[in-house]
């Protein structure tokens, strides 16, 4: 297992125990990002509802499998393939849906028989994963099973949430999960939290919500200085023209890249509207993501 995770060190899972929380949201947008400022990126869907298919527009034009290639991988043994090549510049995705419906059965089925399956993703990813400079999982909320697939083959996990209670009492059960997981993958680490959809100008609502995401992470969570603000009517016609944040903030005259801003490592030009504001969040948050990967990586390289 070591061996593997080395090919899987950058691997980072976006991940709550509740849905609604952001993941796929972050997920996406972060990914995206991050391929169009030049890191070759690979977006592996574990979602069986497959919402990145309609965040990056290939649900809609039929390019979608529904997960039928990840499940056939997996219970197979074989190596991952792009199921979408090129789906943006430098981004490849492995999508999912409803056909992963499927493999929870099958793993529930491993399990209640005593078999082993946790490594079964880490052992199909690991092959390709060091072919792209960042690997991203998107998970279910309410898939347990499938939710150790990923926590077994990645280092790190990014932690959206709400700053709701019902949001905070489901970090406690992605705590459960990861002591779990840790059984398989003692590598795997909380890189952060970042709170979804909260007023910007709610500065005691995001202190609060610090302190509660601290203590059902067990303080294993430095909570991003980057906080993706509520921005519904952004998001909403994002996903139904097929089109990540930053994307839809682009075609507002004037607008410099997104993309070059993060790989600058400086906040956007600031434009008017919520779509560009929204965009800029996006940009913080993946811009603390990787510097903080970078910085801990560089750490270890030292020690």
């Known amino acids: 297992m070591a061996d593997v995770m080395r090919d899987l060190a950058r691997v980072v899972t976006f991940a709550n125990g509740k849905g609604g929380a952001g993941k796929t949201s972050t997920a996406v947008n972060c990914a995206g990002l991050a391929a169009a400022a030049g890191w070759k990126t690979l977006l592996v869907d574990l979602d069986p509802q497959g919402n990145v298919g309609h ?3 290939y649900y809609w034009d039929g390019r979608t499998d529904h997960g039928q290639h990840l499940v056939d991988a997996i219970v197979g043994g074989r190596p991952l393939q792009p199921v ?8 490849d995705v492995v999508s999912g849906g409803e056909v992963l419906d499927d493999l929870e059965s099958v793993i529930t089925g491993r399990a ?3 078999k082993q399956f946790h490594t079964m993703l880490a052992d199909v990813l690991a092959p390709v994963a060091g072919s792209y400079d960042l690997v991203v999982i998107d998970t279910p909320p309410t898939r347990p099973n499938l939710l150790q697939l990923a926590l077994a083959s990645t280092r790190w996990i990014v932690v959206p949430t709400r700053a709701d209670r019902a949001s905070i009492e489901g970090l406690r059960l ?3 999960q990861i002591v779990t997981a840790r059984a398989t993958n003692p590598h795997v680490e909380i890189l952060g939290s970042v709170l979804f959809d909260v007023s910007i100008a709610a500065t005691a609502v995001r202190r609060n919500a610090s302190d509660d995401i601290t203590t059902a992470l067990d303080g294993a969570a430095p909570l991003f200085e980057a906080v993706i603000r509520h921005g519904e009517s952004a998001a909403v016609e994002a996903r139904e023209k097929g089109l990540l944040v930053y994307e ?6 004037s607008a410099e890249p997104y993309w ?6 400086r906040k956007p030009t600031r ?3 919520s779509a560009p504001a929204l965009a800029e969040d996006y940009v913080l948050l993946c811009q603390e993501i990787l510097t903080r990967i970078d910085r801990i990586e560089s750490n270890e390289a030292s020690a």
Do not use: T
């Open 84 to 91: 979408i090549a090129g789906a943006r510049d430098n981004l």
């Open 271 to 273: 434009l008017p509207g």
């Open 55 to 57: 965040d990056l527009g």
């Open 260 to 265: 070059k801003a993060l790989k600058e490592g």
């Open 112 to 114: 209640q028989r005593s």
């Open 248 to 253: 839809l903030a682009e075609r507002v005259d």
């Open 174 to 176: 992605l705590a459960n």
